[in-house]
């Protein structure tokens, strides 16, 4: 990382005359504002730590505050003592091993720090695309942290779109973070319900506002409840004093008794960032990188070995597959089938998902699976194998695990079903990176949180689930087109995901079902295709069935040949949870995804970001009949030039896909 330290002020508190101003309530207010000036922080000691945002002079986060108490030793704000302040102006540049936005990341903010007259601090990062605060602790030993107070109060009466979480009745703060996100008034949220973040906040004007966390290692996740009002409070799920095994098909953990704490931690450290993204217009908010910057650097010093690409899986469509001599199933045959496909169409890797082992002991495989074999025939097709496990077993077994995967040449594991985030979960997360790092195995987390910074700390930590995607499509209607705009908006903020698209049986919105083994999407083939730009994922999976994609070999060779990294990311036109257009560079070539909710839509694409020489367009996008007839496309080529115009017309819960070579 190439750091450019421009400017450096550190001032007293009783001194510094351009931080410190009087208050119509008489408090010390210390202020900092962004590179740009457009973004303000306000901060003062009232009751507890205070602090207010304004956004071209107007309060967009009304007076919220800050606190945190430790056992035995006070809270932050007991002595209401402020005993010094410090503002750094920072330039900086982060280069990313694995760009899922864009390779070379501008950290450019101001940074303000406070001092107390107890062991404490908190550190304001105030960006022009978002603000950011931390607690930190110089005690010595360890704490037990008893409660952090963050507060969110916003003005006016605005609207958020929430992901809502039911809970268990064991634990309320179980969830895999798969839950659909609901768009109602904050003063409207139930006071019984939680969500989690990110979410965004949508007053009746621009800006936006998401908010979420970063950094977050030894401590649980953020979750928020009414407040009363426009206003949102934090709740942590307990300290587990005891967990129990929930027996089943996919076992897991699950606390049977919580602590009337949240963290038992380290005393001298820094506790995760608080974050608020700020988006003067609804397509800067796909494009925000605030919470990978914010991330704690990479602890991977060697990522050569990272390499991130395209990988097929069979698990949506159940390894339902035809027009071949074998019995389709979990099996050696229907692997090969899967190899021979990922060779034929430019994909890098397959994955063995659940059923290639017994979930509880992965050194039973399947007597219907020769390892040796599969591992020998993909070495000599060129493609990788990817193991699927379940978390549970793999940290039972990880060392062992981890060095049978080596033998078997798997440079990718997924690991699924934690549905936690207190600080045992958070430190299982670590840990598992850890080991996985250190055998330079690459993995992506399931049915848990998002990346929250997570995938900068641990580069080949390269996605993560935690939404709700193309598998629940096999027994509900949740999923529509409409949400998929909105994951762009709203999942996205905290990290890649992975949403699993590539589905080839599609529905319209009259026709759409979930039909087990025929799985198929609501909206448009296009629609599917688009997500590969749209949505951030370095391991980007297709989950259609082979048997069909053999039948369209055009199609399959353009999806096969969509990058999964970017040298740089923008968003040309878009409306939360309606449409998006997002275009994306790799190297000299450029690639253009668009979707639309059920609403049909016309897009004017203006390509003035081209350079000024021709490029070959390969254009997918819906066919004439896709308002009926769902998996109706057209593969269109011809060639373009810088500012040209170029008119797309999306179907209902459609979309479109560009691909744009350079000429040489």
């Known amino acids: 990382m190439m750091k ?22 008489g ?71 694995v760009p899922e936005k864009r390779r070379l990341i501008p950290d450019v903010y101001n940074h303000l720090s406070l001092r107390f007259r107890q062991p404490y601090t908190v550190e304001f990062r105030v960006y022009d695309d978002g603000v950011a605060y931390r607690i930190g602790t110089a005690f010595k030993g360890n704490i037990i942290v008893k409660n952090e107070v963050a507060e969110f ?73 009414s407040n009363g009002g426009a206003s949102l409070k934090a709740v942590f799920p307990p300290y587990p004093l005891a967990l129990k095994v929930q027996e089943g098909l996919y076992s897991a953990n699950r606390v049977s008794k919580g602590a009337d704490y949240i963290a038992h931690t380290a005393g001298s450290r820094t506790f995760p960032w608080r974050v608020m993204m700020i988006a ?23 990522v050569s070995w990272i390499k991130p690409g395209n990988i097929t899986d069979e698990w949506i469509i159940d390894v339902n597959l035809f027009n071949v001599p074998f019995k389709a199933g979990v099996n050696t045959a229907s ?40 591992v020998a025939y993909a070495r000599e097709k060129g493609v990788k194998i990817a193991m ?38 958070v430190e299982l997360h670590h840990r598992i990176a850890k080991a996985c790092a250190d055998s330079r195995i690459m993995l992506m987390f399931h049915g848990t949180f998002p990346p929250k910074g997570f995938n900068r700390t641990y580069p080949h930590a390269i996605t993560r689930e935690g939404v709700l995607g193309s598998e629940y499509n096999i027994w509900g209607t949740d999923v529509s087109p ?14 890649p995901f992975d949403y699993e698209p590539g589905l080839l049986s599609n529905g319209t919105k009259k026709s759409f079902r979930p039909v087990e083994g025929h799985v198929m999407s609501p909206g448009t083939r296009a629609h599917q295709l688009s997500m590969l730009v749209v949505y951030d994922n370095p391991m980007q999976f297709f989950s259609g069935n082979p048997s069909q994609g053999y039948l369209e070999p055009a199609y399959m060779e353009l999806t096969g040949s969509i990058p999964t990294v970017w040298d740089e990311t923008h968003v040309l036109d878009a409306k939360v949870g309606e449409w998006i257009v997002t275009s994306r560079r790799n190297g000299d070539n450029w690639y253009i995804g668009g979707m639309t909710d059920w609403t049909a839509r016309d897009i004017n694409l203006q390509l003035d970001f081209l350079d000024n ?4 367009a390969t254009i997918c996008r819906d066919g004439i009949n896709a308002d009926k007839y769902a998996s109706d496309y057209v593969i269109e080529h011809m060639e373009v030039q810088q500012h040209a115009t170029m008119k797309i017309h999306m179907a209902p819960g459609g979309g479109f896909l560009i691909k744009l070579e350079k000429k040489q």
């Not at 989690?196 to 908010?211: E, F, H, Q, R, V």
């Not at 899967?338 to 017994?358: E, H, K, L, Q, V």
């Not at 033998?407 to 207190?422: A, G, Q, S």
């Open 388 to 425: 699927w496990t379940l978390a549970l077993t793999l940290e039972r077994q990880l060392d062992s695990a981890l060095a049978q995967f080596k033998k078997w040449d798997v440079d990718f594991i997924m690991t699924d079903f934690i549905e936690r985030d207190d600080q045992l979960a």
């Open 482 to 495: 409409g949400h998929d705009v909105l994951l762009a908006f709203t999942r996205m903020l905290a990290g």
């Open 280 to 302: 003067a217009e609804d397509k800067d908010l796909p494009v925000n990188d605030i919470v990978y910057r914010l991330g704690a650097p990479s602890r991977v010093q060697d």
């Open 335 to 374: 692997y090969k089938y899967y190899i021979d496909f990922a060779s034929r169409f430019g994909f890098d890797r397959i994955m063995m998902d659940a059923g290639w082992s017994d979930n509880n002991d992965l050194f039973k495989v399947n007597p219907n699976i020769n390892m040796d074999t599969l």
């Open 27 to 97: 408090k010390d207010t210390l202020r900092v504002q962004s590179p740009s000036g457009k973004v303000g922080v306000k901060v003062w000691m009232a009751e507890k730590l205070a602090y207010e945002v304004t956004y071209e002079g107007r309060t967009i986060i009304a007076p919220s505050f800050i606190d945190m108490e430790i056992a035995g030793k006070g809270t932050l704000s007991a002595d209401r003592g402020i005993r010094s302040a410090s503002v750094v102006k920072v330039n900086e540049q982060i280069t990313s091993p």
């Open 153 to 225: 109060n916003f003005p006016g009466n605005p609207t958020a779109y929430f992901p809502e979480t039911p809970g268990r009745a064991h634990n309320s703060f179980s969830t895999s973070f798969e839950d659909l996100y609901v768009h109602r008034k904050i003063a409207d949220y139930p006071a019984q319900n939680m969500t989690y973040t990110p979410l965004l906040i949508a007053p009746a004007s621009n800006p936006k506002i998401a908010i979420t966390e970063s950094d977050l290692e030894a401590y649980p996740g953020l979750f928020l409840k």
């Open 613 to 616: 020489v021709g490029y070959k």
């Open 4 to 25: 450019i330290k421009l400017v450096y002020i550190q001032v007293s508190l009783l001194v510094c005359s351009i931080l410190i101003a009087g208050t119509a309530m």
